[in-house]
């Protein structure tokens, strides 16, 4: 009988003990710290990339894109990272030189401040309407990435924008086909609302150049009337798409100018 009570109590301490080491074992699982994935230089870097973008830093923007590309070529990302590079470039160019010509400073000396300061990018031509971008991370980005996600967008970069129509319709005509050729090859495009917005306003122009020109040889009132609810429906499109925008608010006022009979363009009554 002692030796039977004694196997049993034996028995019961093993399975005790067997029983507090399982729930140790339980609870150091359950405390043990999380170990998270650190992500890596590339990762690290394109992320800077884009907040720096977003910033508007443009020049540590092209410091670091210019970074990636060097150590990163065969990254999934390049693509994007061209693109970023062509909009720091481009951004550079607002306050450094457009706006200085706003402003009133003659245009040759907005030109030569602007080409002290970044003139070794090595990345500016000489056009009608000034200093621009010559565009070659757009186009670079298209050539080597056609199927890139971000198509839309270096295509639509790479449109030829006309400075001054002349009071004449080839610029606007010229730019509307330009646009709706990338509505055309990216018909879900998150450029939508400026598309739209932006293809209203050129038909708004062209609207008045038929209506109102003083060049009297221009004039053509059927065309006026037919660009003009061109017009009407681009701005509505721009006002119905999900995404609100700048845009959106833009064509909210300019569809209103042209109901009320408001020019934005022939000025002169």
């Known amino acids: 009988m002692f030796l039977k009570k004694n196997f049993t109590s034996q028995w019961w301490n093993r ?6 080491l399982l729930l140790g074992c339980l609870s150091s699982c359950i405390f043990l710290p999380s170990l998270e994935r650190k992500p890596g230089e590339e990762e690290v870097l394109f992320q800077r990339i884009i907040e720096l973008s977003e910033d508007r830093v443009y020049e540590e923007a092209i410091t670091a894109c ?10 999934k990302t390049y693509d994007v990272v061209l693109l970023k590079l062509g909009e720091a470039f481009e951004g550079l160019l607002k306050p450094g030189y457009y706006q200085l010509v706003e402003e009133g400073m003659p245009a040759d000396a907005a ?12 990345c500016w031509i000489d056009t009608p309407c000034g200093v621009q971008y ?6 670079e980005m298209m050539e080597r990435f056609p199927e890139s996600m971000y198509a839309d967008e270096g ?8 400075c001054d129509y002349k009071g004449l319709p080839e610029g606007p005509l010229e730019e509307i086909a330009q646009m709706e050729k990338v509505l055309q090859k990216y018909p879900t495009s998150s450029l939508k609302p400026e598309l739209y917005y932006k293809i209203g306003y050129r038909f708004h122009v062209l609207h008045e150049i038929f209506s109102f020109s003083p060049q009297k040889n221009l004039r053509d009132p059927e ?15 721009s006002l119905k798409q999900p995404a609100q925008s700048k845009f959106s608010k833009k064509a909210w006022e300019d569809l209103g100018r042209l109901e009320d009979g408001k020019r934005i363009y022939i000025t002169d009554h």
């Open 134 to 139: 010559n565009l070659s991370h757009y186009r």
């Open 66 to 75: 210019r970074e990636f590309m060097e150590k990163f070529p065969e990254s």
């Open 15 to 20: 399975v005790l003990l067997t029983c507090l």
């Open 155 to 162: 295509e639509y970069h790479l449109i030829s924008w006309s």
């Open 223 to 237: 065309k006026g009337r037919e660009y003009k609810d061109k017009a009407l429906y681009f701005y509505r499109m």
């Open 111 to 122: 030109k030569k401040q602007f080409m002290k300061k970044y003139g070794h990018y090595e």
